[in-house]
Nanobody
């Protein structure tokens, strides 16, 4: 069972920045896709950004140009740098690692953007 631990969330004003970190208990090199998802109250959990084993990112349209996903394989870590944050970015953010037939989730971390 792989464990994922998120950190870096918090409260920020609109226009501000935050950087989320996700550290895995095992090497992330073998995972097919590492990603960040978010869930606001009353909403479904939505994709924010993913990064495949080749290092190719994919972003939701709503965060394109503002968020950047990256990884450090030596630290078993995946990051989400968030700039120009908006109130609608407020949600619990989850880290996920996934492959064929499996997926692991972190416990989630709150990001709140005030207007």
């Amino acid at each position: 069972q792989v464990q994922l631990v998120e950190s870096g969330g918090g409260l920020v004003q609109a226009g501000g920045s935050l950087k989320l970190s996700c550290v895995a208990s095992e090497s992330i090199y073998g995972f097919n896709v590492m990603g960040w998802f978010r869930q606001a109250p009353g909403n479904q959990r939505d994709l924010v950004a993913t990064l495949d084993t080749r290092g190719i990112p994919n972003y939701a349209d709503s965060v394109l140009g503002r968020f950047t996903i990256s990884r450090d394989i030596t630290k078993n870590a995946v990051y989400l740098e968030m700039k120009n944050l908006k109130p609608e970015d407020t949600a619990v953010y989850y880290c996920r690692s996934s492959g064929i037939g499996y997926q692991y989730w972190g416990q989630g971390i709150q990001v709140t953007v005030s207007s």
